[in-house]
């Protein structure tokens, strides 16, 4: 790596964004936006009810509580090259063994090998990183990454529904899954090795700045360095007794219960108002392509506004599109259910982990990452059997949905009361470790 801020005129950072894009692409996709697909090729063929079905997201996000906080303390100590390789390595296996499926409770233990890759190899750490490279540029990197992931999005989804169509004799899900698994084994160690952790560690700085852009103040004779000077980063046990942290993480936790429930269940319900996977596959394709866009919209609002009044105002507005999908009873309606629901996911997207870099700084930013996830990861746990449990028992998805969509707009509303903390101005040995006012 070079010492000069840019390679091939490009700063290094801009480069990491894109490789952040790919590498989210063929972790996520596959595993979490082609769910739906994957369960109706699976309902097909073994005969589970919506409910089980629906336990195998839950059962991701049994491993996300329990391993977030132990994945941000790894993000923090090994850094992201270390944990892509090995994470992109343990998804791959996980594909596999879902390759092999042949009951119930090897479908749930192989998506908790494939959620555990994926938590070690991809989206913390790609964050983490992204937050170490960008400062001033932070909503709109991590928000160029996300349009990386929704261009694989929008090339998986159909090919993936195309491959495990049960109506069709085609490759099949089990041979699709296993083809997965090969390619990303064979991807992790190439990308692991274009991973740059920190850019300091190759004497850059964050943004591609160079150094006399951001001048050190020298105290005067005498005088001591105010406790800003000291530090502005939280470390992670100050983070947890602020206000905003849970609000957050709270806040994320509601708007993103909707997101895994439309994964597991679009095709589903689709399946019931008579329309082919296939179709359900162009629907995810058209709220992930007006998502790309709003990536960008978001990461700009979000460098501009203050960033938890943008954070309410799109989600918001993928509250109102669950509500519109509730509702919907034709191909018109969802599709417009898509643009909007890509509207308000896109641009809440690469917001919810911009303001913890905002707030908290970049020290501990992996340690705060993962402990935030605990309280989303618990509410995440029961929105897909949920929405399972409330369809097999009341014969449709209106109460489900309904439900979701009341708890989305909840979550909009704890990111509006999130006020960015401070830690105290005060001489360092003296301070008190953290003030805050909501």
């Avoid at 233990?109 to 960008?134: I, R």
């Avoid at 360095?225 to 000291?230: C, D, N």
């Amino acid at each position: 790596m070079p010492s000069s801020p840019r390679l091939n005129n490009v700063f290094y950072g801009w480069w990491l964004v894109a490789i952040s894009g790919f590498t989210m692409s063929i972790a996520t996709v596959p595993l979490f936006h082609a769910m739906s697909l994957w369960a109706v090729a699976l309902e097909y063929q073994f005969h589970w009810s919506r409910t089980q079905l629906g336990f195998a997201l839950a059962f991701t996000r049994i491993e996300g509580g329990v391993m977030g906080p132990i994945e941000g303390y790894l993000t923090d100590k090994w850094g992201t090259r270390r944990m892509v390789l090995v994470g992109l390595t343990i998804l791959g296996i996980g594909f596999l063994l879902f390759g092999r499926v042949n009951s119930l409770w090897m479908f749930y233990g192989a998506y908790m090998v494939m959620a555990l890759g994926q938590g070690l190899g991809s989206w913390l750490p790609m964050m983490t990183m992204l937050n170490h490279w960008f400062q001033r540029r932070r909503a709109m990197a991590i928000g160029w990454a996300n349009v990386g992931s929704r261009i694989g999005a929008l090339a998986l989804v159909p090919a993936i529904a195309w491959a495990v169509d049960p109506t069709e004799d085609r490759i099949g899900w089990s041979m699709t899954a296993t083809i997965i698994g090969v390619f990303v084994i064979i991807m992790a160690v190439p990308l692991s090795r274009l991973i740059r952790n920190r850019p300091q560690d190759y004497g850059l700085r964050p943004d591609g700045d160079p150094p006399e852009t951001v001048p050190q103040a020298r105290p005067s004779q005498g005088q001591q360095p105010s406790a800003s000077a000291v530090t502005t980063d939280f470390t992670a046990s100050q983070a947890l007794k602020t206000p905003a942290f849970w609000l957050i993480s709270f806040g994320h936790g509601f708007t993103s219960m909707v997101i895994l429930a439309i994964m597991a269940h679009l095709g589903l319900l689709m399946k019931d108002q008579g329309f082919q996977v296939q179709t359900t596959a162009w629907v995810v394709a058209v709220y992930t392509a007006v998502a790309m866009v709003f990536q960008l919209v978001g990461g700009y609002m979000g460098d501009r506004i203050s960033i938890r009044l943008a954070l309410f105002l799109f989600t918001s507005i993928q509250a109102g599109a669950v509500l519109l999908l509730t509702f919907s009873n034709s191909l018109t309606m969802f599709y417009a259910f898509a643009v909007l629901f890509g509207m308000g996911f896109g641009g809440r997207n690469p917001l919810t982990v911009a303001i913890r870099g905002d707030y908290f700084g970049r020290a501990s930013f992996g340690k705060i990452m993962g402990l935030s996830t605990v309280p989303m990861n618990v509410l995440l746990l029961i929105s897909a059997p949920m929405a399972g449990y409330l369809r097999d028992t009341q014969g449709d998805y209106t109460l489900a949905f309904l439900l979701l969509a009341a708890f989305n707009f909840l979550g909009g509303v704890f990111f509006l009361l999130a006020r960015k903390p401070q830690l105290a101005a005060a001489n360092p040995s003296t301070a008190e470790p953290v003030s805050q006012s909501l």
